[in-house]
């Protein structure tokens, strides 16, 4: 393995790649502990301890730790996502954009500039709601160390040009570096932030947080988080092959064609975007719970915002059954954007290929959509399983607060109801995302090693002679 890895550093190519992204990553690192100016560090963190295991765990999750501190990247990356999920459902349902996406090269780059304009208004948008949240705070000692005044102008210029930062880091190491930019800044801030997640765990144990059931709960969840990793790491390589015939045929004097081969299609296509998608979409509104207009409550506070808010929690009924729908809309949304069965059918007619006992032409476009529409089920139900499974068991599913039969949940155990109280760092969510992540970049690594004659990480890539045997 040590040898695979020194392989790396032996391709300049790569070599370089490598290191700009842990560069990148290091500098996103470096902004994450510049605070925003004039907000008073203690209380916040002392409010994001209280409130560790509500909503707020889950938007600090996705900023990487730095929603809890306020620092100058407060907002991650979720703008982007937001921007990047209003722009794909708007070249579905929007037909000059979709003629606009067709146009090649130029038509991306003008949606991937109209999305940048929407990331910097949404960042304008959320940062404000954050201003008028911390100043109107009524928790004890104030969040905000200087006059509301200045604090609303000076968070709004910070977090928004943080936003924009973070979107220009993500492009480069996509462009320059190695793996998703977007998904490795996400998983960066995941990473960096179990062993505070660990350190929870630990205090947890040495204060029998959970009384006898403590060691009996421990133990459940290390072997849960490996059971879950594994499931993960099994579910993403699985693979369904549909078997495809290519004809012989004469070019010139020599007669091509005649092999046998398959075309895979990943059960999990979509990766972790249906998860994070999801998770983004449902957080914005927590974002504005806080938020308050003309002096009024909190809109959480409020009559008829305060039951909607309540319900969009995380671990609340609704908010689950939302979920659910949101990974499996987006299971599918994402694979219709990146899959598409006429052209891979018209690429096997023209070149002689066909699946056998299958009509070339719109009869194997038609099979291949049919696949992968039950295969993509079969995905989203995965994704909703290591989301939903392990939440389930850390901070539970308020079961007891659905209306009108919310009482014949009263004799559940408390485990089931209220979880156990672990950070979210050991959720399915964040497990899936670091893992997820981390397959696919050792697999654009390894395709790099591949490429030039070099053994990958995993031993079914097969024995290649290196440079020096040549």
Known sequence: MFEKIANIFRIPDLRKRVLFTLGMLAVYRIGSNIPTPGINGAMLAEFFNQNSGSALGLVDLFSGGNLRKLTIFALGIMPYITASIIFQLLTVIYEPLAKLQKEGELGRRKITQWTRYVTVLLGIVQSFTIALTLTNSTTGAPMVTISRGAFIPLCVLTLTCGTAFIMWLGEQITERGVGNGMSLLIFAGIVVGIPRGIAELYDKVQTNAWGAFTPVAVVLLIAGMIAVVAFIVYVERSERRITVQYAKRIVGRRMMGGQSTHL????????????????????????????SFFGSAPLRDTAFFGPIIRNLSPGEPWYE????????????????IVFRPDDIAD????????IPGIRPGKRT?????????R??????????????IPELLISGIHFNHIWLIGRMFDQLPSWMTNGLGVNFYFGGTSLLIVVGVAMDTVQQIESQLIMRHYDGFTPKSGRIRGRKSW
């Open 264 to 291: 895979p299609l990943k059960v999990n296509s979509g990766g972790v975007m249906p998860v994070i998608f999801a998770s983004s979409i449902l957080s914005a509104p927590l974002l504005f719970q806080g938020m």
């Open 321 to 336: 059954l939302l979920r659910i729908i949101a990974i499996i809309f987006f299971a599918y949304f994402y694979i219709s």
């Open 347 to 354: 690429n096997m007619r023209k070149y002689g290929g066909f």
């Open 365 to 373: 476009a038609d099979f291949i959509n049919d696949v992968l529409t």
């Open 375 to 388: 295969i993509t089920l079969v995905g989203a139900l995965y994704l909703i399983i290591v989301s939903i």
